[in-house]
């Protein structure tokens, strides 16, 4: 078989169900299987960064900003 070698940069949104605490693990664990041989990974760093839940009620604030300044247009 002939060897090729591969850069990835990936910045991927994980939804799960999985502790925290195990995610990072998990997700290794799912990258080595589809590599086959541990060997060949040559470099793999893996950091989680917690995101706000998404069902929160927060606003986009861009939205809140047009809406103003199309509310103080309107008036003007």
């Keep these: 078989m002939r060897p090729y070698l591969f850069e990835i940069t990936a910045l991927v949104v994980v939804r799960s169900e999985t502790d925290p605490e195990e995610l990072p693990a998990d997700l290794y664990a799912r990258i080595t299987e589809f590599i086959e041989n541990e060997d060949d ?7 989680m960064f917690p995101l706000p839940d998404a069902n ?18 309107a008036m003007a």
Excluded: C
Excluded at 41 to 47: F, H, P, Q
Excluded at 56 to 65: C, F, L, Q, V
């Design 56 to 73: 929160s009620g927060s606003s986009d604030r861009r939205d809140d900003i047009d809406s103003e300044e199309g509310g103080e247009a």
């Design 41 to 47: 990974l040559l470099s793999l760093e893996i950091e």
